[in-house]
């Protein structure tokens, strides 16, 4: 059954007459009575559609709480949904626990996904492009609605003091000592603006204390001799949750944290060349979880990010299919480092296409 997402758009904007519409399901007075598991038709709203970050990242939650089933989906059509940073004083996405790395979207454990009806054209501003494409808002020429100065996309970035390799490991000095909750744990992190040279690059967080931070490089890696650069962390556009935890929470990181049943189908995700922006993240979603044909598109750090956390958050995810990930004609901002698709740390199902 299908419910039509833009019958609650009245006061509010796409994302949250989404969110209305996962708070119909299963309610008595109704008429007609959604059952839980029905799927969310928001192909109603087309051309661009911009959502605040308080009604977008959360707004699937309603369509799985309390009730543990595994279905449902939601359906998007020929739209360029923009995202708006967060409001101050928030300088990150939230799922109203979460920190710093949330992602703009997030899709629920036992939420089947989001399916778009093609990966879409990565179109700028007031003209939008054909398909389906998610986006956070971009600097120049944003669509109306969007606010990129006074709600700016959280571009994670610290000015490094001093890198200094010791074998494999180089540590990271940064210049001033950032707010408590600045990282987690075996999180990306690029290096960028070093000199040498040979220190820039994508790695992944080994370990945090205040402005001291360590990562493993390549054999031949040289000490900071002058600018030390900028030290870059992410943000994705999309993230697949775990089953209860908040995104990020320390907890997941030292024990098991896992989502199941979460997909997306037939979208595209175009970073607009922002520092840190991640098309999709996947840090938990396991068994019935994947991946099938998206563009990752205008990114400067990770395209995409598939890693579990010591536990191996990520086990049985995929296949991921049908992939296309790219800087993006004359982006000039990406540099050394900059990776298109980043796997490590567990088994899962492969990649094809």
Known sequence: MLIDATQFISGTDMCGAIAAACAALNTPTMNPVYPKGATIDARG?????VCSALTATTMLNGCVTGTNHNGGKLLLGNVNLYIDGPIPPATSYTDGSSGVGT???IIPSMFWGIEGISRGASANGTNAGLGTFISPCPTTNPPTGCNPTTHPFPIRSFQISSNTVSGNTMTIVLSTSPP????YPAELVMVKGSNPSSENGTYKLQSFAGSTL?????????NCTGGCGTLILGTPILGFASTSKPYNDASCFTGLCSGFGEHIKNLGFNCQQLDGCIGWQDLYAQEESGADTFLVSNYTFVGVDIHGGPKNGTQNFGPVLNAEIYTGMNNTACGVGTTGLYLGDSQMRGLNG
């Open 180 to 183: 408590s909750g600045s990282f």
């Open 214 to 222: 360590t990562v493993t490089v390549p054999t031949g890696t040289g």
């Open 103 to 105: 992602p703009a979207i």
């Open 45 to 49: 709203f087309t051309g661009n559609q």
